[in-house]
């Protein structure tokens, strides 16, 4: 079946948070929200269960494990054990819940810089404290790389007691490599350091890039090192709203300290049309729609980028290699990347996030998840509102 991504979805008017806070007229860029409406065996499996119509309290059946399960060998190649997963209301909850089932207060978390902004705010409302390392921006070549020298320095000194990983990397773009994932894991090891993948976004690969994303588990095992996986099917199928979410870990103790966190924080229960909508994502249908999808949005990626370069052939745009949300350099205008959002929005009514929130100021993140039609007009306002900087 051929699905049709370029039909507009009006949004407004439905409590969004990404177009109903922007305002009239503007084209909202910013939150990793898609504007596509889910797989229809998505919508048809929720609008079955709604018939029913008495929605009280469930169980998670069987069938949410076996389902995640089935995903994760069949399209990744990595099969959990049921008695590894636990459920919760969202990868957000997940590794909060993580952090505070597993760090005390004072000691120490790692995680790569820029980051995803719930990083930041996730360790700090644990109490913890936040060891901010920075990736290696090489504009020349318009990637981020790992000074695994300095990382190891910086494990070795200040012994973090988890390393909060994000795979693929929000927002740089990067989707990790075997030798990159093999070398982290065999750090954690050796410093003892517990590794927590955050792999929402695992879904979105360039399908041109030649390779695929890599779960981090299998890697953890065979190097030997303490890990916990995040994950759920929200990005991927635009069901975000529904929160749903389920983590991984082998490790008998981290789970019961993780699972105890949740029960905590109340965040043990999820609605009942979380987990319809989960076993209707990881299926054949759903992987049908999802591969369709994966090749829209890379085409967005590709029209986004050309369309910039020819503007402005010297600005560096990271490679994106993973993910559905570009990131460019622009610390060649005369203003913070704040600035520039702001200016974006008030002059050319586009909304693209500042680099600041994620721990690097001088770079624009630009969710390409929209329709054709949108993207174009989007990148033709940040263009319009970029050029006169340069004069």
């Known amino acids: 079946m051929k699905y049709n991504f370029d039909c507009e979805i009006i949004r407004r008017g439905t409590d969004?948070?990404?177009?109903?806070?922007?305002?009239?007229?503007?084209?909202?860029?910013?939150?990793?929200?898609?504007?596509?409406?889910?797989?229809?065996?998505?919508?048809?499996?929720?609008?079955?269960?709604?018939?029913?119509?008495?929605?009280?309290?469930?169980?998670?059946?069987?069938?949410?494990?076996?389902?995640?399960?089935?995903?994760?060998?069949?399209?990744?190649g990595w099969t959990p054990r049921r008695e590894w997963i636990l459920y919760t209301s969202g990868v957000v909850p997940a590794f909060s819940a993580i952090i505070q089932g597993l760090v005390r207060a004072d000691e120490r978390v790692l995680f790569f810089t820029p980051a995803y902004n719930c990083f930041f705010s996730s360790?700090?409302?644990?109490?913890?404290?936040?060891?901010?390392?920075?990736?290696?921006?090489?504009?020349?070549?318009?990637?981020?790389?790992?000074?695994?020298?300095?990382?190891?320095?910086?494990?070795?000194?200040?012994?973090?007691?988890?390393?909060?990983?994000?795979?693929?990397?929000?927002?740089?773009?990067?989707?990790?490599?075997?030798?990159?994932?093999?070398?982290?894991?065999?750090?954690?090891?050796?410093?003892?350091?517990?590794?927590?993948?955050?792999?929402?976004?695992?879904?979105?690969?360039?399908?041109l890039l030649g390779r695929r994303y890599l779960p981090f588990a299998p890697i953890a095992e065979e190097c030997g090192c303490k890990w916990v996986i995040a994950n759920a099917p929200n990005k991927a199928f635009n069901i975000a709203g529904l929160m749903t979410a389920y983590i991984v870990t082998p490790d008998d103790d981290l789970r019961q300290r993780i699972d105890r966190a949740i029960n905590i924080n109340e965040i043990c229960d999820i609605n009942c049309f979380s987990f319809v909508a989960l076993q209707a994502a990881y299926t054949p249908e759903g992987e049908a729609w999802l591969d369709?999808?994966?090749?829209?949005?890379?085409?967005?990626?590709?029209?986004?980028?050309?369309?910039?370069?020819?503007?402005?052939?010297?600005?560096?745009?990271?490679?994106?290699?993973?993910?559905?949300?570009?990131?460019?350099?622009?610390?060649?205008?005369?203003?913070?990347?704040?600035?520039?959002?702001?200016r974006l929005r008030q002059t050319h009514k586009v909304w693209i996030n500042g680099g600041e929130m994620y721990g690097q100021q001088g770079f624009m993140r630009v969710n390409l998840a929209t329709q054709r039609s949108r993207v174009i007009e989007g990148t033709h306002r940040i263009i319009n509102g970029l050029l006169p900087l340069l004069r």
């Open 16 to 76: 969004c948070v990404k177009w109903d806070e922007a305002a009239e007229g503007e084209i909202p860029m910013w939150v990793a929200d898609m504007d596509f409406e889910t797989a229809p065996c998505i919508k048809e499996a929720i609008i079955q269960r709604a018939r029913h119509g008495v929605y009280g309290y469930n169980f998670i059946p069987e069938s949410f494990y076996e389902a995640i399960i089935w995903w994760n060998s069949h399209r990744h």
């Open 123 to 207: 360790v700090r409302n644990n109490g913890s404290q936040a060891i901010e390392f920075p990736l290696t921006w090489q504009p020349e070549n318009e990637t981020y790389v790992i000074d695994f020298e300095a990382l190891e320095e910086v494990m070795r000194s200040q012994r973090p007691r988890l390393f909060l990983f994000c795979n693929p990397h929000n927002p740089t773009g990067r989707v990790w490599t075997l030798d990159e994932l093999r070398h982290v894991a065999e750090l954690c090891h050796r410093y003892d350091i517990i590794l927590l993948s955050d792999e929402i976004h695992c879904e979105f690969v360039d399908p």
């Open 292 to 342: 369709q999808l994966v090749d829209y949005i890379y085409e967005n990626y590709r029209l986004f980028r050309s369309t910039m370069k020819e503007a402005f052939p010297h600005l560096p745009i990271a490679h994106l290699e993973g993910t559905y949300l570009a990131w460019m350099d622009v610390t060649a205008f005369p203003l913070t990347s704040d600035e520039i959002s702001a």
